[in-house]
């Protein structure tokens, strides 16, 4: 009980410095310099007023020096930061479990609020959140997840009889996607040499929203095909190289993976799955309604959210957040007759919102 009290005083505290975050981040400011002040009248905030939720009630929610009144976000954000810290800490006592998630709770609720006034994920929160989420599954184990599921997957791949149609099909695959690859060494608009790495086979494609990195010329989708076929026969040939006595060649036979890769491999499962899965429903839904549907941000926000929770959990709190976005906010703007073609609903909110569920309750 009093571990919770204590959780919940600093996590206002937390949730003061978010406020700053939410405000900055997405304006490229710094959160350090200068000190807080008042958004309207630019005054400095004295110590004594910049207490969490005391100085809100005590100045009645405005500025002590223009009166103008403080957002409502400032006060509820410190208060969810708290319930969230209590929360954790009534769960997981004071434990490095309990703080990976106060962690992950106060990230959320940062992006929770960002995207909701300003429609930007910062990239401190989300691409931070991967490294972060990533860092911590070596040092704090995932219990299970996905990874035994893969291992599983990779001995079905190691019968014989797979394999011999993985290895009669990586050849082939592998010679036309590399094909492919001369194909595209240079770009067709800017005519300039295309690096190693803007050429990997779909990854690349992925992470340059399918243009030039230079002239932002669309790749041509004919060259699809063979990208497919290199990462395919990639995938198979590798199977082939790791499979049983006779046909693979076994370079890690008898290798247990020790408690922490398997949880990075879990995070890192999480947070590319999760983040793949969102961007191909984006990318589907922008062929669709001619319209785009969900910044890169959101994907990057998912990401983060698989590498803290592991993959079974996070495709729990994607699913949870979309149907929230798509029933609640969906309904509000009905309700409200916002028009569909041009307002944008908060999808990180949403997710946000989830998450924390999923990861608290
Ligand atoms: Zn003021
Ligand atoms: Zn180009």
Same mark, same amino acid.
């Not at 992950?104 to 940062?110: L, Q, R, S, T």
């Not at 394999?163 to 996607?177: S, Y």
């Not at 094909?179 to 790495?197: A, I, N, P």
């Given at each position: ?11 206002t &505290? ?12 997405? $304006?490229?400011?710094?959160?350090? #310099?200068?000190?807080s002040?008042?958004?309207t ?13 005391l100085?809100?009630?005590?100045l ?12 409502w976000?400032?006060?509820v ?14 769960? #997981?006592?004071i434990?490095p ?8 709770? /106060? ?9 909701y006034?300003? $429609?930007l ?12 989420? &990533? ?15 893969? /291992?599983?997957?990779?001995?079905? #791949?190691?019968?014989?009889?797979a ?7 990586? @050849? ?6 590399a094909?492919?690859?001369?194909? =595209?060494?240079?770009? *067709?608009?800017?005519?300039? !040499? ?16 399918? =243009? ?23 995938a ?6 790791f499979?049983?006595?006779?046909v ?5 036979? @008898?290798?247990?993976?020790? %408690? ?5 491999l ?10 793949? /899965? &969102?961007?191909m429903?984006g990318w589907?839904?922008?062929?669709? %309604?001619? %319209?785009?549907m969900l910044g890169?941000?959101?994907? *990057? ?11 079974? !959990? /996070? ?5 949870l957040?979309?149907?929230?976005? &798509?029933?609640?906010?969906?309904g509000?703007m009905?309700? $409200? ?7 944008y ?6 997710l ?10």
């Open positions: 009980m009093i571990e919770a009290a204590l959780a919940f005083l600093s996590g &505290l937390i949730g003061s410095f978010l406020n700053v975050c939410i405000h900055r981040w997405p $304006r490229d400011l710094s959160v350090v #310099w200068p000190g002040h008042c958004v009248c630019g005054h400095g905030i004295a110590w004594y007023d910049n207490i969490p939720l100085s809100y009630v005590v009645h929610g405005r500025c002590r020096h223009c009166l103008a009144p403080v957002a976000r400032y006060p954000v410190e208060l969810l930061t708290g319930l969230a810290f209590a929360v954790c800490a009534w769960r #997981w006592g434990s479990l309990a703080a990976k998630f106060m962690l992950f709770a /106060a990230m959320n609720v940062g992006m929770i609020f960002a995207d006034e300003t $429609r994920l910062p990239d401190e929160f989300t691409k931070g959140g991967i490294w972060i989420g &990533l860092g911590l599954a070596v040092l704090i184990p995932f219990e299970a997840g996905a990874a035994p599921v893969v /291992a599983e997957v990779l001995r079905w #791949w190691s019968l014989p009889a394999q011999t149609v993985a290895a009669g099909i990586a @050849g082939p695959l592998v010679f036309f996607g094909l492919g690859l001369v194909f =595209r060494s240079r770009c *067709k608009e800017c005519l300039r !040499q295309v690096r190693w790495y803007d050429n990997i086979p779909l990854l690349s494609r992925i992470l340059l929203h399918g =243009r030039c990195r230079y002239c932002r010329a669309a790749i041509n989708w004919s060259e699809l095909p063979f990208e497919a076929m290199a990462a395919m026969g990639v198979l040939s590798s199977m082939w190289l499979g049983p006595p006779g693979g060649m076994q370079p890690f036979s @008898g290798v247990e993976l020790p %408690k922490w890769a398997l949880s990075l879990e995070s890192a499962l999480g947070a590319g799955i999760a983040s793949l /899965a &969102l961007w429903t589907l839904m922008t062929r669709i %309604k001619k %319209k785009e890169f941000g959101d994907v *990057k926000m998912v990401g983060m959210m698989g590498a803290f929770l592991g993959l079974g !959990q /996070a495709m729990v709190a994607i699913a957040g979309n149907f929230m976005g &798509l029933v609640l906010g969906g509000w009905l309700w $409200r007759g916002k028009d569909t073609s041009s307002y609903l908060p999808l990180g909110s949403f946000g919102i989830a998450a924390i569920g999923v990861a608290l309750l």
